[in-house]
């Protein structure tokens, strides 16, 4: 009996067809590659508290043991830069040594050289080095867990799946607020280096466990390794390789990869053209990492801490408070995934966190009174539950399951490059925004996320295709005969699309060749 015969999975999720063997091996797999997101999240994490600790502030900023806007937008926004260059590099890896190597690559090796030069670091300088270093890691990591989930979970509770990489950030975020506040009162280097230094715990669960799990089919299928891609297939649905219903999955994926080679090689050519509606897809996946971190989400996970500070009220317990919200309000996003579906997920999330933020820059403007600072923290916190339990994770399954296989990797790769670009602008800009000496806006600043999230709610109306319950070989199809988002939640995927288009074609082919033979014999 497979995970898919449970009751309470069955409340909740549209199993759909249910074939032989057992999907669970493949749930098990997408859950713990899902673990990545505790390195992302952790390291997102640390930096908002350490930067509030006094032992960090009398030992790293250049003068008044306070760090400037300048110094706080570089420690922070570092990051990022890495993020950035690492998730474009990402395709390099995992279109060449495979999803599972490229994880294993950048946790135990890329992003480890991050966190010792972190740990180590008695200044800025080596502080910015260490983090951009561990910002490629995470780029690269960002880049494939998507990727790896996607194409390894069944099509039933793919989405639920690659929710749980969101659940493993919010998880990571909190784990960083703790260890920040059992560190912080410290009055030596360890205030800053033991919460720095776990991360070594994280790579290591990562790394060492993807060497027990295997490669996703996909990608032997993108190789054109037939014998590997069987092998794989039957480990994740736990079936011979040469049972029929494991062999009709494997010929739907080779099918719809064969349909995809007719328009060419995979390359960053590709990736931009029009064909196949990929120039639209893109689009749609690079704007919605975009949104994701136009939100404002990052403002409390980067900066809370101070601003909670700055509004009277106690910013580490806050932080901590927002954090535990963080990761029990994504349960309930997981949940919903493959029941109330993506677009109905995001359009409701949008419209939450705007009148949320909006209430939060209202009422900021009286947070003298203690009712107004409840008020204040209230909102904050139901605005971060509106995020975890839709954007967060929602913006990670769609990007995940958009792209056609042939250029799926470069693709998913430009759109968490787009989401670290945006990451890193609103990381820079941010002090510069509500430092005291500079804009000055402080809870004002919640006028522009609300007005960003505004805006997010028409870009899912207009561009948010539904792909709940769709293998990601019927996705293709919804695209090329569903030509606006708004009317994808009526659409019926044919049964084999892509292997009715290859025998049309070849009967066609076929008829030629007859046709052409008759000729020559008269």
Known sequence: MGLEDNRLVQRFINVGEKKAGSTSMGIIVGIFAAFGGVLYG??????????????????????DNEFTASETSLIVSILSVGTFFGSLAAPFFSDTLGRKWCLILSSLVVFNIGVVLQTAATDIPLLCAGRAIAGAGVGLISSTIPLYQSEAAPKWIRGAIVSCYQWAITIGI????????????????????IPIALQFLWSLILGIGMFFLPETPRFYVSKEREDKALEALSKLRKLPSDHPDLVEEYNDIKAAYEFEKEYG???????????????KRLATG???QAFQQLTGVNFIFYFGTNFFNAAGVDGFVTTLATNIVNVGATVPGILLMEVA??????????????????IVAIVGVAASSDSSKKVLVAFSCIFIAFFAATWGPCAWVVIGELFPLRTRAKSVALCTASNWLWNWGIAYA???MVDKDKGNLGTNVFFIWGGCNFLCFFFAWYLIYETKGLSLEQIDELYEKVPHAWRSQGFIPSEHAFRDDALTDLRSDTKAEAISIEERSV
């Open 174 to 193: 909190f784990l960083a607020a703790v260890f920040n506040q059992a560190t912080h009162a410290r009055n030596d280097s360890g205030s800053y280096r």
């Open 430 to 432: 941010t002090p510069y």
């Open 265 to 279: 090689k995979s390359s960053w050519g590709q990736v931009l053209s029009s064909k196949n509606h990929q120039r």
């Open 341 to 358: 579906g993506r677009r109905n997920i995001l359009l409701g999330g949008a419209a939450g966190m705007s009148i949320s933020q909006l």
């Open 42 to 63: 952790y390291d997102t994490g640390t930096i908002n508290g350490i930067m509030a600790m006094d032992y960090v502030k009398k030992q790293f900023p250049g003068k």
């Open 286 to 288: 690079v704007l919605c």
